[in-house]
């Protein structure tokens, strides 16, 4: 690795402590959730969120957005929401001067560095699947037309809990772009207390810019350069490969419809790489490919009858992986 780059990946590890700080000072816990969405996004992937209203999840991402000087745009998914509401559209305009008609696109909210898509559940399949281009391809199609987004870009969308009234299951291509999937829970009481005091007395506190959008792309490409032993790629390999039917444990045969595509493999070790350097180190071990199994693997392991009825999750199968000899 270059001596320059080895400077980025320090200045990247001093970020993750200054974004840390500055964040402390509007947002009450959520360290590891926090911790997470950095790694998603220097590993250029998409955050799934599933938690109940509430939880500053809005908060976070609003504030990491202006910690790291990025355009911010926050979608509100109603079940009345169109893909063109989203995408942009065209428009008819008459040119003053010649009197000719002609479209123009008018770009819509999806065109911003960061994107919430808030309570993404809520809307209709066919309006979700309008971010699938834009998460995969970092650009938008409309009347014919190829519109690139500007870099960085970053969607986290947030879900509410499946089983409350009004919701859509995501399809299963559309949960597979996104790089975790995250559960937040409720903080604890001396966290909620110290909620109360921050956001009802006195003036919020103002946080500083750490990283230019520039810096921010060059971490992500220097994050796919950093070395990765076989020893971690096999583990991964093997990891995700046995959550798959048929592959001659009677366990996932008896409570697993579908396992973790190859997707899985290539974001369990990029986001080992990320997480590894996020933290100062070059070395990427073991140890980070499983304290990112759960939300890698979570939202790609499909669970069948039998493991409904018994209460079983795909939260209680990795960890039964995990605990086995893979």
């Known amino acids: ?8 990946i320090e200045k990247l590890a001093e970020a993750r402590r200054a974004i840390f700080n500055q964040l402390e000072k509007v947002i009450i816990g959520q360290k590891d959730i926090i911790d997470l969405i950095l790694t998603s996004m220097f590993s250029r992937g998409h955050c799934l969120l599933i938690g109940v209203p509430g939880l500053a999840k809005t908060k976070i991402v609003k504030t990491i957005a202006d910690i790291l000087n990025l355009d911010f745009n926050r979608i509100q998914f109603t079940p009345d929401l169109m893909p063109s509401d989203i995408t942009g559209t065209d ?35 066919k309006t979700q699947a309008a971010l699938l ?30 089983e409350q009234e009004g ?55 220097i994050v796919r350069d950093v070395p990765v032993s076989d020893e971690v790629i096999d583990f991964a390999v093997r990891l995700v490969t046995s ?21 899985a493999s290539q974001y369990l070790v990029l986001g080992s790489k990320a997480r590894a350097i996020l933290r100062g180190t070059f070395n990427v ?17 499909i669970p069948n009858f039998n493991a409904e009825a018994e209460g079983i999750n795909s939260e209680n199968i990795i960890t039964h992986l995990l605990d086995s000899a893979i």
Request: glycine letters at 6%; aromatic letters at 10%; zero cysteines.
């Open 285 to 301: 071990s073991v140890n980070d490919v499983k304290a990112l199994s759960g939300p890698v693997l979570r939202h790609r392991i």
């Open 91 to 125: 428009v008819v305009e008459e040119d003053p001067q010649t009197g000719k008609r002609g479209f123009r696109f008018i770009k819509g909210p999806l065109f911003a560095n960061i994107i919430l898509a808030d309570e993404i559940n809520r809307t209709p399949p």
């Open 167 to 221: 919701t859509y299951p995501l399809p299963e291509a559309q949960l597979d772009r996104f790089f975790f999937s995250i559960f937040i829970d409720y903080p604890t009481a001396q966290e909620e207390k110290e909620i109360v005091k921050l956001t009802t007395f006195g003036k919020e506190a103002e946080v500083s810019k750490v990283l230019t959008s520039k810096e921010i792309i060059k971490l992500q490409e």
């Open 1 to 8: 690795m270059k001596k320059d780059e080895s400077k980025l």
């Open 243 to 263: 959550t798959r039917p048929g592959k001659g444990s009677s366990y996932i045969d008896n409570y697993v419809s579908w396992g973790a595509g190859p997707r």
């Open 133 to 162: 281009q834009a998460m995969q391809e970092y650009a938008v199609t409309a009347g014919g037309n190829t519109f690139e987004l500007d870099l960085p870009f970053f969607v986290l969308a947030t879900q509410n809990p499946i």
